[in-house]
């Protein structure tokens, strides 16, 4: 089962604690900790984009 560290956040205080031992904690309770992933871990170089605006195309009907 996944469980999101901002799900457990509405749950209980967890400020200044670091993914892994939160991890280490859990598993101490009794509870398997299988992994910890981090969103975005592993991605570069991605450019976000914004349209503005958009127009018809001249010569086509289903281009814009």
Not at 1 to 6: A, C, G, I, L, W
Not at 14 to 27: C, Q, S, Y
Not at 46 to 58: A, D, K, N, S, Y
């Given at each position: ?6 799900w457990l956040e509405d749950y209980v ?52």
């Open positions: 089962m996944f469980v999101s560290y901002k205080d967890l400020k200044g604690m670091d993914p892994a031992v939160l991890a280490e904690k859990i598993t101490r309770a009794g509870i398997e900790v299988e992994g910890i992933e981090y969103k975005g871990e592993g991605i570069k170089g991605v450019v976000i984009g914004h349209v503005l605006e958009r127009e018809q195309h001249p010569n086509a009907d289903k281009l814009n």
